[in-house]
DNA sequence: TTGAAAGCGATACCAT
DNA sequence: ATGGTATCGCTTTCAA
């Protein structure tokens, strides 16, 4: 079964089914669309001969005659360790409801990438556009619009909107983390992990963090980044540096969970007691994070609810509702990494 | 800007480039897919033309009218926990130099979505599906034969394959997790884990360790599994029940690196020591599992080998390659929770 | 309840 | 180098 045979094989049409039972391809196309147009004995053997055939119908025509494409494109910025892959999940699962099928690109927090793939997912006629971010090469911001289709932007929501937005305030989560560490009696804060040029939201997490600081008269945040993705190694090695070269750091606010289990790797590695001598907290609430030891305090973003919420956006928009931004709620998670003295929560 | 819109706003054609600039749509086609054969000049304005109106092109009447549809649909049974997220971006990422685009469906591991799924995507004509496993319902199989495109099955290949494998052996790898057990000098062997009906790389799993514990004349595997998804929780709780009715066990399979964590949590509860008194395994190799302790030993699969491979097999079967079926190689990653006596690796 | 015919927006072949 | 025209498979009026 090449693809050679590609001419020679006849891949069923509406009609092919037609002309094998008698009808014209209009009583086919109806009997799929509006059965109950259609007499029930003459459905019964359209049904029989889609069957026998294998009959799939070309949505590629669909699309083209008809007003919608029931596509959704679905853009996001890095794949890895879980990050987004549960707000695709959820959200597919949200648009299978009504048949909408997801088209999957992924910029690698790359904006000429970004600009490519949401033209080549533009080009497909998607019912909507499902997007990471509200900071955008100002040339995707000029092709979403331009399309006039809905364009709901995930997991953040402060700055310009393109249509509607269904994330969280980022500059919050910083200020909320360097919060819990002052008000656990950490003084000394230290920012490690991935910090891309192209990652809004880790870096309104940063300066939310930093107002934070300063407001309570605190020296500023030291940093230890990289532009690569984050992981347990590069949160290992980049902890070593800082206990090197900056001793008097207390605490450590890590871009992502998985960053700050290569920091506690790298703190119990010096014997450096946690909580005691120096607080960890992540972001991203990891699987495992309640596993390691000491377990680690993070943020847990909402990601089921963000991507229920956009699925529900999008076919609200697709039906003609008003665009709606909806700010998420998250959690601050405290564990043993930064608990010194009695607290709530688990 | 609505939806409302839609019908007033006049998304551009190739025709209202051409009747813009005064030339036919033949010659703006042209310049699209064959620059060299329209002058330069000509090009130029042709270009300025679709840059100012934001021409993009609509690929359903691209791919309806030419051979080829540049859609690459890709089936997952589940995104959880990055089990098939990083194939997928790996996928992506080589499949993208030729820009074909993936169109991505999630069974969760249900044999009936499933058939939905394929049947969806095989309806916007792919130019290949990759998919998940090599164990399908008879329909989903005579769907995949009946479309004549390039079929690629991803991560198993045990079993009867349709066109194109890139997997692993999953049978070898149960049974390299019982030998490495039996050789640290266990013998009360059980699993854990989440096992659903239609999952039946766990289950060759589970078998491959089961003829691995039956050849060393050791008491057969005990099971403690559930239907749903795994995470730490699920292992938690099955772990306290397995302690509870078959104190005997001595060393326990989870099915997953995220179940093991739970296992692990439950087991220090108890203060089991752990590799002492009882020993754990995962699968997988989840970013966190050389950071909790004692660290984790596991079987990690290539998800990026088998990704790119993919995208390769994809790639060669569209351009008349022969079908190749490919067996991934993964590896056993010796950690503390299972490690008695001085072994090699990390 | 059913059918005929005109698009949808591109591509591809054949002329010019 | 450029244009005319049929075509892809379906949806959507409009008639019958």
Redesign the interface.
Known sequence: ??????ET?N?PTLASIAERVGVSVNTVSRALRAPNTVRVELRRRINAAMEEL?Y??????G??SG?R?D?VG?VVT?????EF??I??TL??GLLEQ?L??????T?YNPDQEVRLV???????PAAVAIIGVDHPPKVV??L??????IIEMWDVGGEII?TAVGMDHASIGAAQAAHLIAEGYARLAFVGSLRENDRRAQKRLRGAEAAVVAAGLPEIVRFTAQQNG??DLGERLTHELLEQRPEVDAIVCNSD?VA??A??ALKRRGRRIPGEIGVIGFGD????????PSLTTIRPDRERIGKLTAEAILA??N?G?PKTTVVDWELIIRESTRRRDSQNQ
């Open positions: 079964m090449g693809i050679a045979d590609k094989r891949v294998n799939v119908p070309n949505r590629l025509a699309g083209l007003t494409s596509i679905v890095s794949l890895y360790y879980s892959a549960s695709v999940d597919q699962s048949d099928q997801v088209m999957l690109a992924n690698r033209r080549s997912i533009l080009s497909w006629r000029e092709l619009k331009a399309s006039g289709i809905p249509d992981s347990p998985v289990f290569g506690l790797r990891n699987e495992a994070s309640s596993c390691v030891s928009r697709i003609d008003a």
